[in-house]
């Protein structure tokens, strides 16, 4: 009974693209409206929530653990997911490129213990960092390296150790640094040019279980960030709380709550989110790794008018 084997290595030596995971198709994206809803209660009398889509992929199947994003003005988005891709569509819809992220040897992997990345942060000069939990890390893109190119690790000397599945959850620029978050709790201050991590005091969560999901740039406001908290128990709807926070004296402060995702909005597990300067104010965006049956994400929007 050795023949089916021997058939199998020989398909697979003859394929080698067999030996990574590829979308198959012609890959694309629509953004399918969610039902029209108002936010009866209100987080924010400055923030309003705006609508929302789902997110229903055509071609493929890697449109799904959505984890972070970053919307650039001309409405092209950049999303991370749990499985170690990154996606590029337009907020229009249309063709999405999937790219599989490498790590420092240059090898892509399917195990979650090593492609888990979760947050994207960008720094002023166009390296871009992305955070990993289970196997702790943040692997930097230098300026020009594609998304399928073989990144660096950052030197991360005083981050503590961390439980396997409660990592790093919130990466940001802030005030020169970035802005390390663990779901566990905690927060930390990391170098890049001089490498190592600092822990600096922050807020308190939102409530009992509440757990941060993700950590964002506010444009134009150096010493500012969003932070994005999830509540989930099993048997429960999740909630979802977005707050400023500000850098202030070498501690991280809670300026105010901007929104809370709760019934009737759609709820959901929401992971990422993005902020975009409008001629008003900004446009918040937040996305889902989504718990429904059909894993579509989904993306909310908010106006905020300072």
């Known amino acids: 009974m050795k023949w089916p084997y021997l058939t199998i290595a020989a398909i697979l030596l003859a394929c080698p693209a067999?030996?990574?995971?590829?979308?198959?198709?012609?890959?694309?994206?629509?953004?399918?409206?969610?039902?029209?809803?108002?936010?009866t209660k209100p987080a924010n009398p400055k923030v309003r929530y705006v609508g929302g889509y789902e997110i229903v992929a055509h071609g493929?199947?890697?449109?799904?653990?959505?984890?972070?994003?970053?919307?650039?003005s001309d409405g092209q988005v950049t999303a991370l997911s749990d499985f170690g891709t990154t996606l590029r569509f337009s907020l229009n819809g249309g063709p999405v490129k999937i790219d599989l992220l490498r790590d420092r040897d240059g090898k892509t992997s399917i195990n979650r213990d090593f492609n888990d990345s979760e947050d994207l942060a960008t720094g002023p000069d166009g390296t871009r960092y992305v955070s990993y939990e289970r196997m702790h890390r943040v692997m930097v893109f230098a300026p020009g390296t594609q998304w399928n190119g073989t990144p660096t690790q950052l030197p991360m000397a005083g981050l503590p150790g961390m439980p396997n599945n409660e990592g790093l959850e919130g990466l940001a620029w802030l005030d020169g640094q970035l802005l390390a978050g663990a779901e566990s709790g905690g927060f930390w201050l990391c170098g890049v040019a001089r490498p190592g991590c600092k822990a600096v005091e922050g807020p308190p969560v939102p409530g009992f279980m509440y757990k941060l999901t993700s950590l964002a740039p506010v444009p134009g406001r150096d010493d500012e960030v969003l932070a994005l908290y999830r509540y989930f128990v099993p048997f429960s709807a999740p909630r979802s709380t977005l707050s400023r926070l500000r850098l202030k004296d070498g501690r991280l402060v809670k300026v105010e709550d901007l929104a809370v995702v709760a019934p009737p909005l759609a709820v959901d597990n929401y992971e990422g989110v993005a902020a975009v300067k409008t001629e008003a104010g900004y446009r918040l965006y937040l996305i889902s790794d989504s718990l429904a049956d059909d894993g579509r994400p989904r993306l909310l929007m908010y106006d905020w008018i300072p």
């Open 60 to 72: 493929t199947s890697q449109v799904t653990g959505l984890s972070d994003l970053e919307i650039g």
């Open 18 to 39: 067999a030996a990574e995971l590829r979308p198959y198709g012609s890959e694309s994206v629509s953004l399918k409206p969610l039902p029209a809803v108002t936010d």
